[in-house]
């Protein structure tokens, strides 16, 4: 667990935990994740897809699917408990205090609105002032996220627009509350590798200038090195590694956090034809009664041990953990490379 | 490498506990309220419209003037050997359902399978052949659309006559539509995918593609919309028999025996009760079982 | 955005010629209007001299184009029966059948609408399963025995509505309830699975994700999406139901379009059950251009280029 700091985190989780009624059973798709957010600081949560990432994030703000059922012995932002608060309380927070931005801008936005009415309405909607403010802002922010004609651009249909721009509005439309937290779900997938580098350091400006909190959801170690303070591995639903950004990049200690890692195509090594590394088998069911260390039928290190219940947590380092019984000597390992190269 | 965005899905489930399509099918059905009430009521009315003369307890055209306007048997003075009573020219009522239920049932099938032939490969032709084609094939359907449907079904039976041969006819030429944008979609879907690619590349002859690769295909949907077409059917045969250019009396419609009883209905409802009851029953069975036909065939089919 | 509209008029048109010339071979079809009209007993030389006297003897084509002349010039023909010009006939009829489904349409929309939209909000609730229940019956109701038993309990039973006749808002009661009922079923399923898919939407998550009232994602973002199909089926509807008056206008003696065609298809009033089938269709290629428009209005993915 990271070490506490003096003031008050930001976001407090403690072993939440999201299941998922089924007609065959229920599926348990998060399990007793934890993490603390400070303002200001970028968290990412790192894992491939079906890994969790995304539902037990969305949780946070009330956004899971209709049958999830979400479970956490706290969940607390600014010492507000989301779980038990009311439904229009959640509300007020939603796109105020905590700005969601998705995956896909192609679909988020709603094509039979202008994109000006899209922005506007959600600082209508918290109460923030008046339809000209809400213009002002709306102009000024769409400028701020390097839009220009801004004034024109209000007017028109998201279907105008290109999937960067899009995007764009997106972030625009999360910006016009001033929230304290963004979480933003693979906000550069669906876009082309240019437009992503450029949304990311976007991204990051805005959120040294206007002292954001970013939860980052994302599959790619890439993104994870170039804008996360800290970062969360996920697999299957649960946290297998955590710590600062650097260290975990430098010097994964959990199997699954390497194997990922090696998936990132590296610029230097230029071998054109070699195909992507990607780690060998699937993810598996999350049905029933789970136990032991789930990433065990995929690794290269798994032994009888790997089954037994529960795999402990190990701190690797300041503010770091790993959740593997080889975790020590996995970074013994990932050191004693480094060092000898 | 994305999340799903929405909660994993019926096909995500299947994974975790892997059925046979068939079998899940079956399932499903078993478990589909709706679907075996329908299909419990049509093979009711199929069973006795088939042994009509064994099940029906009177001759349907025999007059008893006697025993006219008996009421049913749970009324006051009905009497068990009329159990649903007698009509104004002392008929039947329950035997004149039953030989109407073979009316009813000639003129829905037919009307289904002639549409059903009619629109499918129109339907088929549009989505597979495309380009001009298509273009007509959705003129054809535009065309079909601003046509005033019972009119024209009512003009036409004016000049040739009610018989149920023509009926069950006119019928199928008029509510082919369904069908054509049913098997257009879909043919239109269906060409993009592999094994079609591989039959044409296989130098398979297009009719050879639409009959034999594309056809097998389409048969779920075309069922479903079989299904529907035919309650659809049915409706407009009352409606026609009812409007007296359908069906022509003597012979037992259940349009025909409301309109018959229109003329008593305030004094001897039942009259027209109990055949707008049984129309009313069939069509919802046949609907319930095109609803529980498409939840089954494909599980994202809603409303 | 001008070519479309462009593209579309000429598709309408199009459709318009062919359902005239198919309309009028329909009613041709069986060769002998003549015989038909000249009726039992008719002598060879009666049955000549009647299709003679309506130019039924001359080459089919010669006949439409003689008649496509005459539209164009605004001459519909003249009653077989009453010599009455069938262009006037129609328009004395018209009103009260477009009244009638404009009633029926406002009816349907109000119920089914909001039915489908509580029905879509919550899945399998009681108000999903009544506005399934709703649609199944409504779907499997015979028009014509609807209205009789309307007839039997609110009119003759409990005395609530006349029966028959016109002047009062009480007499349309009965002929609008029963042709609403006969479009609601899809109307309202038709609503409810367009929500159903809109709220699944990613902008419908997004606009959750804002931290909307239900009310403002329900109406303002879900519902402007979903009724576009509604809309074309809407103008659909209203079309079927000018067809489709016959049946009410029979039972509830309504002289209106469907009456009229009822009484001139049962004694072969070939001209007016043309002009009727002519007009109907014309009126439905309207209702669909129109439809597309308020379409092209609401949806500025297909408004602005």
């Known amino acids: ?341 | 490498m994305t999340m799903p965005e929405r909660p994993p899905s019926s096909e995500d489930m299947a994974e975790i506990m892997p059925l046979s399509p068939a079998r899940q099918a079956l399932l499903q059905a078993r478990g589909h309220v709706g679907l075996l009430v329908g299909l419990f009521v049509l093979l009711v009315v199929m069973v006795s419209a088939i042994f009509a003369p064994i099940v029906a307890p009177h001759d349907p055209y025999v007059q008893e003037i006697a025993t006219k306007l008996s009421p049913p048997v749970w009324q006051e003075g009905g009497d068990w050997a009329h159990i649903l009573g007698t009509d104004g020219l002392g008929r039947d009522i329950l035997s004149r359902l039953i030989y109407g239920a073979r009316v009813t049932l000639i003129a829905g099938v037919g009307a289904a399978i002639i549409s059903g032939i009619i629109g499918t490969i129109i339907g088929m032709c549009g989505g597979y052949f495309g380009g001009r084609v298509d273009d007509f094939v959705v003129f054809l359907i535009n065309v079909k659309l601003a046509m005033p449907g019972i009119l024209i079904a009512l003009s036409l039976v004016s000049i040739f006559g009610g018989s149920l041969v023509t009926i069950t006819l006119i019928l199928g030429l008029l509510f082919w539509d369904r069908f054509a944008v049913v098997a257009r979609t879909t043919t239109q879907q269906l060409s993009k995918r592999d094994f079609i690619t591989a039959a044409e590349v296989a130098g398979a002859s297009s009719r050879w593609i639409l009959m034999r690769e594309m056809l097998p295909n389409l048969m779920n949907q075309i069922i479903v919309v079989a299904s529907l077409e035919m309650a659809l059917a049915i409706l407009v045969e009352a409606t026609l028999s009812f409007l007296g250019l359908g069906i022509q009396p003597p012979t037992p419609s259940w349009g025909l025996m409301i309109s018959e009883g229109r003329t008593l209905m305030f004094a001897k409802p039942y009259l027209i009760m109990i055949p707008g009851i049984a129309i009313f029953a069939l069509v919802v069975a046949i609907n319930l079982i095109g609803d529980g036909l498409r939840d089954i065939t494909s599980p994202e089919g809603k409303g | ?305």
């Open chain 3, 1 to 305: 955005m001008g070519s479309y509209v462009l593209k579309r008029m000429i598709v309408a048109f199009a459709v318009a010629v062919a359902v005239s010339i198919i309309s009028f071979a329909l009613l041709r079809m069986s060769g002998d209007l003549a015989t038909i009209l000249a009726g039992d007993g008719a002598t060879a030389e009666d049955v000549a001299a009647i299709a003679h006297a309506h130019g039924l003897d001359r080459p089919f084509a010669v006949q439409y184009v003689d008649w496509l002349v005459n539209v164009l010039k605004g001459d519909l023909g003249k009653s077989l029966f009453t010599a009455e010009p069938t262009m006037d006939m129609i328009l004395a009829a018209a009103p009260v059948t477009f009244q009638l489904s404009l009633y029926s349409l406002i009816l349907a929309l109000v119920v089914s609408v909001p039915l489908g939209v509580a029905a879509a909000a919550n899945p399998n609730s009681w108000i999903d399963r009544f506005s399934l229940f709703v649609a199944v019956s409504g779907k499997a109701i015979p028009s014509f025995w609807l209205a009789l038993l309307m007839i039997y309990w609110l009119g003759v039973q409990w005395r609530l509505l006349p029966i028959s006749g016109a002047g009062s808002w009480k007499n349309l009661v009965m002929p609008v309830v029963v042709m609403a009922v006969s479009v609601m079923p899809q109307l309202m399923r038709l609503t409810r699975s367009g929500m159903l898919d809109t709220l699944e939407s990613q902008y419908i998550r997004m606009a959750w994700a804002k931290g909307l009232a239900p009310r403002t994602v329900f109406f303002k973002h879900a519902l402007r999406n979903a009724i576009l199909p509604v809309v074309s089926v809407s103008a659909i509807s209203l079309g079927f139901m000018l067809g489709g008056s016959v049946v009410v206008e029979t039972i509830f003696a309504i002289n209106g379009i469907g009456a009229l065609a009822y009484k001139s298809i049962i004694r072969i009033d070939f001209p007016v059950v043309q002009a009727i089938l002519f007009f109907l269709s014309f009126i439905y290629i309207l209702l669909t251009l129109a439809a597309d428009l308020i379409n092209m209005w609401l949806d500025p993915r297909i408004r602005v280029k």
């Open chain 1, 1 to 341: 667990m990271p070490t506490t700091t003096q003031k008050r985190p930001l976001l407090e989780v403690r072993n939440l935990s999201t299941r998922i009624g089924a007609s065959h059973g229920t599926i348990t798709v998060g399990r007793d994740i934890s993490y603390e957010l400070n303002p200001g600081e970028t968290l990412a949560i790192v894992g491939e897809s079906g890994s969790g990432k995304s539902v037990n994030t969305m949780a946070l703000v009330g956004l899971q699917p209709k049958r999830a059922t979400v479970t956490a012995d706290k969940l607390a932002f600014e010492g507000r408990d989301l779980l038990t608060l009311p439904r229009d309380q959640m509300r007020t927070i939603r796109g105020n205090e905590i700005s969601v931005i998705f995956q896909d801008p192609m679909t988020s936005l709603n094509p039979v609105l202008t994109v000006g009415e899209q922005l506007i309405e959600v600082y209508l909607a918290h109460g923030l002032g008046t339809r000209a403010e809400a213009e002002e802002r709306a102009i000024y922010l769409l400028e701020r996220v390097g839009m220009r004609n801004a004034a024109a651009r209000m007017r028109q249909y998201p279907h105008q627009l290109s999937g960067g721009l899009r995007q764009r509005v997106v972030i625009a439309i999360a910006m016009m509350c001033k929230p304290k937290l963004i979480i933003a779900d693979e906000p550069t997938t669906a876009l082309d590798v240019t437009v992503q580098a450029l949304i990311l350091s976007l991204l990051r400006e805005l959120q040294d200038e206007f002292k954001m909190a970013l939860i980052l959801i994302t599959h790619d170690f890439g993104v994870v090195a170039s804008i996360a303070d800290r970062v969360l591995v996920l697999y299957a639903g649960g946290v297998v590694e955590s710590g600062p950004a650097k260290d975990v990049i430098a010097n994964p200690a959990h199997p699954y956090t390497s194997g990922l890692l090696n998936c990132i195509p590296r610029m230097e090594d230029d071998d054109r034809g070699q195909p992507l590394n990607t780690i060998p088998g699937m993810v598996p069911s999350l049905a029933g009664n789970l136990h032991g260390c789930l990433f065990r039928n995929r690794c290269a290190l798994a032994e009888p041990a790997c089954a037994s219940d529960p795999i402990p947590e190990v701190a690797v380092g300041a503010g770091r953990m790993a959740r593997c019984i080889h975790a020590d000597a996995i970074l013994a390992e990932t050191r004693a490379q480094e060092g000898g190269q």
